[in-house]
């Protein structure tokens, strides 16, 4: 992990009473389907939605916020720790570090009787992982105390991959390899037929070329 950076926010008096009066919190569920959301897009309307609150406390303007410098990447990095996750490959030493970066913000309730959170970036770490919300909601989704773990599925459609929760029906098994109310089940499974058709000529091509040659 390279140099922690911390930035000092210039806050005006009141500034936390008015984060919390002013509404647009989220919830922990709300800040985790943002970022499946955001994995699955890529879309800066949604990453939006789901950063704006960081400069909710020191920026008085209504003006929409500049585009982040390297959206791609940033989802690029949150899609890799969501597949680790997924394929059980997350090391003790990853999550320390989203442990660390997610160290880095300050959770402040709406109001008093809300559920809702303001999340306020006071510590940023340049590192290769998902910075700031998203490695909170990462170790969220590993934490056995919340209803998250072992329930996330990526799709196994080659044109699909995108990240789900399972979904339990009242009987037989959680449907968690194909994105749900989609065909991409029936797509993936017309694409591998199709492939073993190839695989099958190609095969029978080669014996075929052998023994031609052999006769010569």
Known sequence: METIKTFERVLEPGWLEKI????????????????????NSGSIKSYFN????LERAHQED????????????????????????????????????????????LPI???SDSREFHYLEVVSFASPEPAGLFALVLLWLQDTHRPYRGDLCQCRWHECEKFFFAVRPETGRPQRFYCPESDHMT???????ADRVRRSRAERKKRASIKTKRRK
């Open 187 to 193: 797509k993936a499974h017309d694409a591998a037929a």
């Open 62 to 105: 209504k003006r929409d916020p500049s585009p982040p410098a390297g959206i791609k990447a940033t989802q690029e990095r949150l899609r890799d720790a969501l597949t680790a996750i997924v394929d059980g490959q997350v090391t003790l030493e990853r999550v320390q570090t989203w442990r660390l970066i997610a160290d880095g913000l």
């Open 20 to 39: 919390r009066s002013s509404g647009g919190g989220l919830t922990e569920r709300e800040l985790v389907d943002r970022s499946i959301k955001f994995a």
């Open 109 to 111: 309730e709406s109001t």
């Open 50 to 53: 789901f950063t704006a609150q």
